[in-house]
């Protein structure tokens, strides 16, 4: 007997349960270039979802399945009022009155379906009935009433306890039949908008499961899979949990040479965390018993699965995964090249050493990988540290920068890694922040980062604030800021609003006039610089992390092994001399801005009267800025008031409870005299 009997209904109920689960806290997106070595030789995990719809060719005469849940419906009729009406009634009774003037076949169905919510036997009847009606004159309700029927049959009625027993061997046979028929007519050109055919797939392989055939239900499943239905794959999610577990060893081995059956259990490897289960039930089996259990069935696949048939690619990254690197080395003599093989190709070249063959084989990797095939989210593993979207060719590219970086060739790195652009963004920021110059950003930028169109007067404020190349073209008009070139800096701000507040910020700045005009411009400027820096001159990498908003000051990967002098790196010497040259010079601190907008705030009160009541708001105000961040500074700023300037009564809280500047009783006072 299966263990395990979990029913499929309540599976499916607890994995969407999981699924909408979220941790809490930011997404921190994998920064391939904190662990060079680690990511070169990790391979991503597939997706169960995609594999689990190649295992059996769609049916080109059974329909796709595709999300209903936003389609507009349409007006309804009198008749489907009343049909609601009648089923909210919760008595058959009273349905069968306010049904008596219906059509022959509606009337009947609408009765069935009342009896079969309040499980009564009588809907079987009233199915019947309308099945043994000519076949024209069933109509939208022939295949309704075979699938509810079926359900009758298989006793699966509404908020039925997952413990409830089910239907008879005789009821379950029919019941099958039932659903095959639909299928049938499906087939056979029956128009099938509520897609109950492949619902019947599914029922089907329930009944099968029911009836201890798991094999059989997998083949059922993988066709409802096939269509695109994500109940098809969630049921062969459950379907290879139960087949790959110990105690159920004698119902899997008649399927080890079932084609179906060795890509459905070669794709459950491949993609093991996203095939994680709910677990209802104790195991009897401790995890390494498990996972030995596992490596002998990859070696069994080894033996069987041929080079020609599906999946035989998996299987051999599947067997990179699992570290059984001797039995990958045997399948790759004879394996066909494709984007899979020619990825682990390079990780093994990787492993040997051999980096000039692995950036040849990446090569072949990159040009053979489907461009929009996508293995989807991957969380924190003991593998990667941060979450990632896996689109394998994107992957690749990353992992191509890598090479590139670790042979000096800091150009290429950044072609390779924009391909990525948008899954791997802080690399892209690294490469783009820390290794190039302003100059040579400056000319990828003009070259492959075209400027966003205008935006329409219904834009919403921050759209496209997001892109990767809004972001890149914003990052480099920081860099632009950061190097006094402010004109230049202007023409990449990718938003209005940031382009206006670089504007003012260089607009304030000082020309020749009286010392409090100038002062009053330095003020400004200030203020803009510590309300806005972030945005003007922030480095989206360290110190300041503008990716995360300044959010977070010290992100998971900061102190990766890159920095571990006793691992071995692949950043070259070239690499690091120019990440340390693109550091700030000084006051390279979180926020580092906030020191620069402290320094202009003094360049304000240089010009002030030191008794004034702007001179000690100015200090005040700059010595809030830093408050908590740099005690030295605040200490300074504090000896500076307490020297020069005069008392006033809320210098008590200086630097925390500060006034503005009142920049005009100074006017006054040079007026009288």
Known sequence: MLTRKLPLAAFLAATLVAASSHACGPFFPNYLLADRQANLLYLPEGSFALESSRLVLADPRLPQWRDTSADKPAAPTAQDLLLKEIRASGSLAAAEKMAADLPTASRLYVLGAVAFTERDSRARDYFRQLLALPVEQQGEWGLKARYSLARDLMRDYPLTDSRSSHGSEQELREAFDLYQQIIDAVRDGQQDPELLSLASLGQQGRIKHWQSDPIAAAHLYARQAAQGSPSGSLSLRYTVDVLNHPENEPFLQPGLDDPVIQQLLIASFFTRSSNLLYEPEPRPFDPTEIKNYHNELIAKLAQKVDRDMPGSDRLIALAYRNGQYPLVTLMLKNAKENGLTAWVRAKMALRAGDVNAAAAWYAKAAASFPPNETWGFQSYSDDIVGEEFVTPVCRIHAEQAILALNRDDYLQAMRLIYQAKENYWPDVAHIAERVLTVNELLAFVDKYVPAPSPSAPTTPKNAGRDSADARLRNLLARRLMRAGQYQKALAYFALAEDRDAARAFIDAFPKKGHKTAQAQGWWQAALILRHQGMELTGYEMAPDFALYGGGYSWPYYNQGPED?????????????????????????????????????????????PYKSQAYAAVLCNATGWVWGRDAQLTKRLYQRYVKYGAPFPWAENFGRDCPEPDFSAIQETVKKQ
Request: charged residues 25%.
């Open 564 to 608: 571990n002098s006793a691992v071995t790196s692949w950043i070259s010497d070239g690499e690091r001399q120019r990440v340390q040259r693109s550091l700030p010079k000084q006051d390279s601190h979180f926020l580092h801005y906030r020191w620069q907008a402290v320094t202009l705030a003094e360049k304000a009160a240089d010009l002030l």
